[in-house]
């Protein structure tokens, strides 16, 4: 089957009565056809059956011909079983609770369109371990989705609690669900931590496992990327982590030691910027037990 290009929506879309982008693809008998096999499987996405309360317009916006393709043959191969409601949205992606053969997980959906992944480019230029890419927009969001997993592997082989990816296939990302079986944990922005300067701690000997042990910068570590997971600190979103090689790794680092601190200073405890990257960088980072789950 010919890989579609990029999304086909009318030069000038509009909404209709639905208020939803008219997709002439997804008259194509083939589309169709692959639509038709899995619509049972997407239902609390589209706004039926236990679910009803979820947007059509989530559906309209995340599913175009490649993420069509790629949750089918997700769901042939065993890996998706339901994708049941979104439990997360970002301008890089949406997040959905689904069921597989093994439990509930968590199906991360990237976004498809030309306007999402230019800002992103500068995470993946300048890492040794994706060069030679060619400029396609397609192209990208599918290494993106490969520079993730890769990512999220080498945190939970360091000891740092992170999702485990489960399976990946062009711009959709199986893995574990972090929470309770109908509902994920919360972020940390959205709870109230019983010691803050405890947490505070552990963040930081995150951030110091991940750059001296693991040798990379998450790039994006603030109280939104972190969720909160039976007591303790849970780390997501590492798409944009870089390798210490990564011409601009040391500028994300400080970035990331400034967004912990701030949120520390919000919630009621003095720490200085400076002070907390020496920690990060000159006190020697524990080697933790590497999380279940790998080869």
């Not at 042939?76 to 053969?101: C, N």
């Not at 400029?135 to 990512?151: D, L, M």
């Not at 505070?200 to 939104?224: C, G, P």
Request: glycine share 6%.
């Amino acid at each position: 089957m010919r890989e579609p290009e990029d999304e086909e929506w009318e030069d000038n879309p509009g909404y209709g009565d639905d208020s939803v982008p008219t997709r002439h693809w997804m008259e194509e008998p083939r589309y169709k056809q692959l639509f038709n096999e899995i619509e049972d499987k997407i239902s609390g996405v589209l706004g039926k059956g236990e679910f009803e309360w979820s947007d059509r317009r989530v559906f309209d916006s995340v599913f175009d011909q490649s993420t069509l393709l790629a949750l089918h043959k997700l769901m042939e191969g065993g890996e998706i079983d339901t994708l049941d409601f979104p439990i997360a949205r970002g301008k890089e992606a949406h997040v959905f609770h689904a069921t597989s053969s093994t439990g509930p997980v968590a199906v991360k959906i990237f976004h498809t369109t030309n306007a999402v992944f230019k800002s992103l480019s500068k995470y993946i230029d300048g890492d040794p371990r994706f060069g030679g890419l060619k400029r396609r927009h397609r192209e990208i969001v599918n290494v993106w989705v490969r520079k993730e997993v890769r990512n999220l592997r080498r945190c939970r082989r360091h000891g740092i609690p992170a999702p485990m990816p489960r399976a990946n296939y062009k711009n959709v990302l199986v893995m574990d669900l972090i929470g309770s079986l109908n509902e994920p944990s919360p972020r940390l922005r959205d709870v109230t931590v019983p010691n803050v300067e405890k947490v505070f701690n552990e963040l930081i000997k995150m951030i110091s496992v991940m750059w001296q042990r693991a040798t990379m910068v998450h790039s994006d570590f603030s109280e939104y990327n972190i969720l909160w997971h039976e007591g303790e600190p849970w780390i997501i979103d590492v798409g944009q982590a870089v390798v210490e090689q990564h011409p601009s790794a040391r500028e994300f680092l400080v970035r990331d030691v400034t967004r912990i601190v701030e949120w520390a200073n919000r919630n009621g405890i003095k720490v200085d910027v400076a002070e907390s990257l020496l920690r990060v960088i000159d006190d020697p980072a524990p080697e933790l037990e590497p999380l279940p789950g790998l080869d």
